[in-house]
């Protein structure tokens, strides 16, 4: 059923003809006319990357209420309803706070233009001022030195995941111009915590600290991690920690969770002893990556023992960490439901899983203009070693697979956050 939000989040894509348009300039205008709420947010945790931003963030934010600290976050893109991107004190914005909130904005705006990431991330500042709070984790939408949340001059923490090639078309070709995008959100005298790194994009990483006086906590050089059997060593300053597998699905999320303990451990103040720490890494949530799906009418359209999994990476970086997974579990046959962007790079996400996976059956993204059709994405994913064919939907491509099956076997669909979200929407 519509949302009167719906109604209001609809007219706010029309305000700018480009969806994406880096720049500050028009938020910076927006917010001046709303009295500069930016400058009045909780202590910040700024952070950008290409890979494991929410990942990190859902640690940090199950961490610090573990040792009882009201959180805000704003992450983004939300996967079934916009509300997930606001969350205020461990709560999801309310409907008519929400739709309040993006009408203040709306009427201060007027007709100027601005994109719909910029007026939603300013009704996410007015939210977080009006809350009180111990802390934001605040997460870039795109790139970082020209990110609408970059218009915060001094957050307490910066954070930077691993950088890797995504949106070329926004942020650059090459590794070293996406980091040095990425390096943007980098500010004199703010400590940053640095994910694992190629060597090009540390060096750019490191060039841009040292240009604005950012002190740097690089991976591999200043903290470290050690996966074992159950879990991990994080290693810092001489002192070695062990922690159990964290929640998330994966073994790149031991590399996701040392983040977090990497820029947990530059909160000072916060009340983060070790056993908060640790149960924040057992008790996250991050819905849509490596989640297992054993209830809703999905999962009813296959037959007993078989597995529905679902993943919304989406790069060539999130490609290989899937293949990663998936090839240390070849207990059963493995199917691709796939669907993605044509924006996005398909044989480079894909090449990785295609000697893992015997049938790939390709589908549109419901409601997404820009999504590859059933026979683009087909034909890309035979370019990449498939045996693929197109499907009407997933419903069709589940029945297809079980049918034509022998045994039981697991179902990955993957390619895209927007076909997660759609799936967890159908799926009830």
Same mark, same amino acid.
């Given at each position: 059923m519509p949302r009167p939000s719906d109604a209001v989040l609809d007219r706010l894509t029309r305000l700018h003809p480009k969806v994406i348009d880096l720049s500050l300039g028009r938020i910076e205008r927006l917010l001046y006319r709303l009295g500069n709420p930016e400058r009045e947010l909780p202590p910040v945790v700024h952070v950008a990357g290409t890979n494991g931003k929410g990942s990190v963030i859902a640690y940090l934010r199950a961490m610090l209420e573990a040792g009882g600290r009201r959180v805000h976050v704003y992450t983004s893109p939300h996967l079934t309803r916009f509300h997930e991107r606001i969350r205020l004190n461990g709560t999801l914005i309310e409907e008519p706070e929400l739709v309040d909130l993006l009408e203040e904005c709306e009427a201060? @705006?007027?007709?100027?233009?601005?994109?719909?990431?910029?007026?939603?991330t300013a009704a996410a500042f007015l939210a977080f001022t009006r809350h009180p709070a111990d802390i934001l984790l605040l997460e870039t939408g795109l790139g970082g030195r020209l990110d609408a949340t970059n218009v915060v001059e001094r957050p307490r923490l910066s954070v930077i995941t691993p950088v890797s090639i995504d949106h070329v078309q926004f942020l650059g070709d090459t590794l070293?111009?996406?980091?040095? =995008?990425?390096?943007?959100i980098l500010k004199p005298g703010v400590a940053a915590v640095i994910g694992p790194q190629a060597a090009e994009a540390l060096a750019v990483i490191e060039s841009r600290a040292a240009a604005v006086g950012a002190p740097l906590s690089r991976a591999g050089l200043d903290w470290r991690f050690e996966p074992n059997e159950h879990g991990f060593t994080f290693v810092e300053g001489g002192t070695s920690r062990a922690f159990d597998r964290p929640a998330l699905s994966g073994a790149h999320q031991i590399e996701n969770?040392?983040?977090?303990?990497?820029?947990?451990?530059?909160?000072?103040?916060?009340g983060l002893d070790d056993g908060a720490l640790g149960r924040g890494l057992s008790?996250?949530?991050?819905?849509?990556?490596?989640?297992?799906?054993?209830?809703?009418?999905?999962?009813?359209?296959?037959? =007993?023992?078989?597995?529905?999994?679902?993943? !919304?990476?989406? @790069?060539?970086?999130?490609?290989?960490?899937?293949?990663?997974?998936?090839?240390?579990?070849? *207990?059963?046959?493995?199917?691709?439901?796939? !669907?993605?962007? @044509?924006?996005?790079a398909v044989k480079e996400f894909l090449k990785p899983l295609a000697p893992l996976a015997q049938s790939l059956h390709? &589908?549109?993204?419901?409601?997404?203009? @820009?999504?590859?059709?059933?026979?683009?994405?087909?034909?890309?994913?035979?370019?990449a070693g498939f045996a693929a064919r197109p499907a009407h939907? &997933?419903?069709?491509?589940?029945?297809?697979?079980?049918?034509?099956? *022998?045994?039981? !076997?697991? +179902? +990955?669909?993957? !390619?895209?956050?927007?076909?997660?979200?759609?799936?967890?929407t159908d799926n009830g």
């Open positions: 201060a @705006n007027g007709p100027s233009p601005i994109t719909f990431f910029e007026i939603t070293e111009a996406i980091a040095a =995008e990425k390096a943007g969770a040392a983040m977090a303990l990497a820029a947990a451990g530059r909160l000072e103040g916060f008790e996250a949530h991050w819905p849509g990556r490596l989640q297992t799906l054993k209830q809703g009418p999905l999962p009813a359209l296959l037959p =007993e023992g078989w597995e529905l999994w679902l993943d !919304g990476g989406h @790069n060539a970086a999130a490609g290989l960490a899937l293949a990663g997974e998936l090839g240390r579990r070849r *207990d059963r046959p493995l199917h691709l439901i796939f !669907g993605m962007m @044509n924006s996005k390709a &589908v549109a993204i419901p409601g997404e203009p @820009n999504s590859l059709s059933p026979e683009a994405a087909a034909g890309e994913a035979r370019a939907g &997933v419903a069709e491509a589940l029945s297809r697979i079980s049918a034509d099956a *022998d045994g039981p !076997g697991r +179902v +990955v669909i993957c !390619g895209s956050l927007y076909l997660a979200g759609r799936v967890l």
